[in-house]
């Protein structure tokens, strides 16, 4: 079953816990970004483990080894199940993020997070994205012990069939039919990334912005549940 994972892209801390506080009950990922990453990280980190929610960390690492390893060990908390890093940083970089986030966990007693590493920005249009690449970048996630990979919808099937099912993807970019794409290129609605075999799909101001957040989740997950993979 793949999960739905919300976007909280918001400018304040209140926000995103009223976000939080919303839709908890609903069998979410919650994704902090860079924007809430910076902005109230011990924060909001503290409300989602006090709801005991799933959190992905979209900190998008990318460093010399040593120096993204050891950021990878100050993200590392209860709440936090996925952190995403830079495949572009190479192998041996996600090698030191994975290795660096499991003895973290190990020493405080946590579930180790799943590393993400993110192959082409889905703001990236299809011409300059080419599914080989992609391929080529999520290889470099596989040979270092990475859960997954984050990419588009697109790229979905060509990753599953070279890796298998052992390496997740997560898929960003995702519009339900008829929302703007915005800032987005590479994009896709929910149906079309389940039917890919998508494991996560990240959905941000199609809920964040909605009029009524949870008929909008409640709508994402019937479409994702209906749609076979």
């Given at each position: 079953?793949?999960?739905?994972?919300?976007?909280?892209?918001?400018?304040?801390?209140?926000?995103?816990?009223?976000?939080?506080?919303?839709?908890?009950?609903?069998?979410?990922?919650?994704?902090?970004?860079?924007?809430?990453?910076?902005?109230?990280?011990?924060?909001?980190?503290?409300?989602?483990?006090?709801?005991?929610?799933?959190?992905?960390?979209?900190?998008?690492?990318?460093?010399?080894?040593?120096?993204?390893g050891?950021?990878?060990?100050?993200?590392?908390?209860?709440?936090?199940?996925?952190?995403?890093?830079?495949?572009?940083?190479?192998?041996?970089?996600?090698?030191?993020?994975?290795?660096?986030a499991?003895?973290?966990?190990?020493?405080?007693?946590?579930?180790?997070?799943?590393i993400?590493?993110?192959t082409?920005?889905?703001?990236?249009?299809?011409?300059?994205?080419?599914?080989?690449?992609?391929?080529?970048?999520?290889?470099?996630?596989?040979?270092?012990?990475?859960?997954?990979?984050?990419?588009?919808?697109?790229?979905?099937?060509?990753?599953?069939?070279?890796?298998?099912?052992?390496?997740?993807?997560?898929?960003?970019?995702?519009?339900?039919?008829?929302?703007?794409?915005?800032?987005?290129?590479?994009?896709?609605?929910?149906?079309?990334?389940?039917?890919?075999?998508?494991?996560?799909?990240?959905?941000?101001?199609?809920?964040?912005?909605?009029?009524?957040?949870?008929?909008?989740?409640?709508?994402?997950?019937?479409?994702?549940a209906?749609?076979?993979?």
């Open positions: 079953m793949s999960a739905l994972v919300v976007a909280l892209d918001v400018p304040s801390a209140e926000r995103a816990q009223a976000i939080v506080d919303e839709l908890y009950d609903f069998d979410l990922v919650f994704k902090i970004g860079l924007e809430s990453l910076l902005g109230y990280r011990e924060r909001i980190l503290r409300h989602c483990e006090e709801r005991d929610v799933r959190v992905c960390i979209d900190a998008k690492l990318h460093d010399i080894p040593r120096t993204a050891a950021a990878a060990r100050q993200l590392v908390s209860p709440a936090v199940r996925m952190i995403t890093a830079h495949a572009t940083g190479g192998t041996e970089m996600l090698r030191a993020v994975v290795d660096a499991g003895e973290r966990a190990a020493e405080i007693g946590v579930t180790a997070p799943g993400f590493a993110v082409l920005l889905t703001s990236t249009a299809a011409e300059d994205a080419p599914v080989e690449r992609v391929v080529e970048l999520a290889s470099l996630a596989c040979d270092a012990g990475c859960a997954g990979v984050v990419c588009s919808a697109r790229e979905v099937r060509s990753v599953k069939e070279t890796f298998g099912e052992g390496l997740a993807t997560l898929v960003p970019g995702i519009r339900p039919a008829g929302f703007a794409a915005a800032d987005q290129r590479r994009v896709a609605t929910p149906a079309q990334a389940i039917a890919a075999g998508a494991d996560y799909v990240v959905v941000g101001r199609p809920v964040t912005e909605a009029a009524d957040r949870r008929a909008a989740v409640a709508s994402l997950l019937e479409e994702m209906l749609q076979p993979r």
